[in-house]
T-cell receptor, first 112, second 114 residues
Framework: KQEVTQIPAALSVPEGENLVLNCSFTDSAIYNLQWFRQDPGKGLTSLLLIQSSQREQTSGRLNASLDKSSGRSTLYIAASQPGDSATYLCAVKGGGADGLTFGKGTHLIIQP | DTGVSQNPRHKITKRGQNVTFRCDPISEHNRLYWYRQTLGQGPEFLTYFQNEAQLEKSRLLSDRFSAERPKGSFSTLEIQRTEQGDSAMYLC????????????FGSGTRLTVV
């Protein structure tokens, strides 16, 4: 059974810092990996999608990497802003399954 | 089409009552998924449809839960005889089969059972 772990569970940093969120998964046979953002009480907003054949994806100040063989992904946020405060969720889509398996998320607070 | 739409946004119900939620996916998406999220946890997969066919159900989906997608467009999720443990955010997502695109999620329905 696929398990996804996100570290740290919570992170608080001053505005302007660069930061890294980590995601690990136990079964490397994935189809893709997706990073989401969730604001309190809201649904999920897709940030980046990395196919299993890709190594990284970039969107603005966000960069996500994937090392499928080691079962790891990182989300890099450059020049953090208070508006980046949210919970960040990592999810993998297995090769044989159609549902996503999520981690518990990293709760991020950017201090003004 | 502005994305995945879920209604209602919030639902408060008494224990033992039945509730029904609706999801309208992106129109060209033929796959539709239901997830449940409790506080402090990531979403958990419940079930998914490809067009009108329900192809997979999680063991989390007890016999009190039923989902339909009668015409391959919108979907409903019904919970019968609600229990306090059913209190959660119910999320709907859609995607295109075989596409390299990811999932698009709705804003969810927050259920509180009192």
């Amino acid at each position: 059974k696929q398990e996804v772990t996100q570290i740290p569970a919570a992170l608080s940093v001053p505005e302007g810092e660069n930061l890294v969120l980590n995601c690990s998964f136990t079964d490397s046979a994935i189809y893709n990996l997706q990073w989401f953002r969730q604001d309190p009480g809201k649904g999920l907003t897709s940030l980046l999608l990395i196919q299993s054949s890709q190594r990284e994806q970039t969107s603005g100040r966000l960069n996500a990497s994937l090392d499928k063989s080691s079962g790891r992904s990182t989300l890099y946020i450059a020049a953090s802003q208070p508006g980046d405060s949210a919970t960040y969720l990592c999810a993998v889509k297995g090769g044989g399954a159609d549902g996503l398996t999520f981690g518990k998320g990293t709760h991020l607070i950017i201090q003004p | 089409d502005t994305g995945v739409s879920q209604n209602p946004r919030h639902k408060i119900t008494k224990r033992g009552q039945n509730v029904t939620f609706r999801c309208d996916p992106i129109s060209e998406h033929n796959r539709l998924y239901w997830y449940r999220q409790t506080l402090g946890q990531g979403p958990e997969f419940l079930t998914y449809f490809q067009n009108e066919a329900q192809l997979e159900k999680s063991r989390l989906l007890s016999d009190r839960f039923s989902a339909e997608r009668p015409k391959g467009s919108f979907s409903t999720l019904e919970i019968q005889r609600t229990e306090q443990g059913d209190s959660a955010m119910y999320l709907c997502a859609s995607s295109v089969q075989g596409s390299f695109d990811g999932y698009t999620f709705g804003s969810g329905t927050r259920l509180t059972v009192v």
